[in-house]
């Protein structure tokens, strides 16, 4: 992903090259960083520690715009970035500053004393430093990968612990079954805290509920102990104290409605007013999911055809199946056609990834590379698509899909740009307008 906080490059890449030859699943690199920094972990604000395989992001983004809309000071911690690195570290509701980063990176580094360590470790170490020394009333931290040796998990005592959708992503990391996935994600439930879980599919329920048992964690499982839908145009949320009527989430997608009431049950944990919790789900925002591209020249573009541009991460069969359903939604809306622009790292499931966008056919599919050493090269994704019943174009590049897509006679269609994060943060880097701020 490109980075445009060019005077920190130089520290970032001698950062990464710390990289261990051999990675050992534990924490004792972070724990030993973070025991140098005097332990930042230990003096946070109150700590929402969020895991999951999809949704993670959005979730915190909701959590955020109620927390916000309450009043209260909320630093945010994710990854990866789409653009610009300091889009991982929010402090007070901005994006940590370029001297800022610069201080912190140069602090932990000196910390590091040149040891084998993470990328990730040592910039969480950085976010958890910064943390720790600006006075705020609530923690939102993402999990990068996993939970259980994730490098935010040295966290030892959140307000909540919150497991979003678990699917199957980072096999060779994380195990093969959905079961073996979520006992990382439970990874980060701890003693005595309370834990709130999105509705899960295979045994995941089973493993996170186990979990909870043995760490005495009071859970709380969507379609058991709360649940939402849609309903007149909006939301409901329903848990042990009764139904809560709420207005439609900013986030588009039908998937998004689970994110939001994952939110609102941590939101109603810490107790926010139901005032905040509906202004924050009209007011939240998280690029590259089904985001609607309005500024840039690519925008300009469909524009000028009549189009409509979108822009989605999506990069694992569950995640392109709650796209699939958005481009249903599509559909059902008007008779445009739909077409599909999509590219892929090559460590991800593609055949998985086109069987779940099988189901919207008829729509028409243009594969492309970008600027990533992992991209899968577009004529063996057009393999997996053909295997997985899709026919495909191929074109160099996003510019280039998208004047085969605009050059077409008939009606305007609905343009979905989605797949790699990477891709989606270098369509964002075209434009300054359209980075996340």
């Known amino acids: 992903m490109t980075d445009h906080l060019r005077a920190h490059d130089a520290a970032l890449e001698r950062l990464r090259a710390l990289h261990p030859l051999k990675i050992d699943l534990s924490l004792d690199r972070m724990e030993r960083l973070c025991a140098v920094l005097k332990r930042p972990q230990c003096r946070l604000p109150p700590v929402i520690h969020v895991a999951g395989t999809n949704g993670k992001g959005s979730t915190i983004a909701f959590l955020r715009a109620m927390a916000e809309a309450a009043g209260l000071r909320v630093h945010v911690f994710t990854s990866p970035h789409l653009v610009r690195f300091a889009e991982r570290i929010r402090l007070v509701g901005t994006l940590i500053s370029e001297d800022h980063l610069g201080d912190l990176l140069g602090r932990v580094e000196a910390a590091n ?10 910039t969480t170490a950085a976010a958890l430093l910064a943390f720790a020394e600006t006075p705020a009333d609530l923690c939102l931290v993402e999990v990068g990968l996993g939970g259980r040796y994730d490098a935010t998990n040295v966290i030892e005592r959140p307000a909540v612990s919150v497991i979003a959708p678990v699917a199957l992503d980072h096999c ?3 195990g093969d079954t959905t079961g073996q996935i979520a006992g990382e994600k439970a990874g980060i439930i701890k003693i005595g805290v309370p834990c709130i879980s999105a509705r899960q599919t295979g045994d995941a329920s089973i493993v996170i509920n186990s979990v909870a048992e043995r760490a005495g964690s009071p859970l709380s499982l969507a379609g058991r102990d709360f649940d939402t839908w849609p309903e007149h145009g909006g939301i409901r949320f329903q848990d042990h104290t ?14 998004q409605i689970g994110n939001a009431g994952l939110a609102v049950a941590a939101a109603r944990m810490l107790e926010l007013s139901d005032a905040s919790i509906a202004e924050g789900l009209g007011n939240a925002t998280w690029p590259a999911r089904m985001q609607r591209l309005t500024t840039g020249s690519l925008a300009k573009r469909a524009t000028a055809r009549g189009a409509d541009l979108w822009l989605d991460g999506g990069h694992n069969p569950h995640a392109m199946a709650a796209v699939a359903r958005a481009l249903a939604d599509f559909r059902n809306q008007d008779s445009q056609p739909i077409v599909v622009v999509l590219g892929l790292l090559a460590n991800k499931d593609a055949k998985g990834v086109f069987a779940s966008l099988r189901p ?3 729509f028409r599919l243009i594969l492309v590379g970008f600027e990533a050493d992992a991209a899968t090269d577009p004529a063996m994704l057009a393999k997996s698509a053909r295997e997985a019943g899709l026919n495909a174009e191929i074109a160099h590049d996003v510019s280039a899909a998208l004047d085969v897509t605009l050059a077409k006679e008939g009606p305007p269609p609905h343009v979905l740009i989605c797949g790699s994060l990477y891709l989606a943060g270098e369509v964002l880097a075209m434009n300054p307008e359209s980075w996340p701020r």
């Open 242 to 255: 009764g139904i809560l009527c709420l207005p439609s989430a900013r986030l588009t997608g039908a998937h």
């Open 172 to 174: 060779e990391f994380l």
């Open 113 to 122: 004393g040149g040891e084998p360590i993470t990328f990730f470790e040592i």
């Open 360 to 362: 919207v056919l008829p």
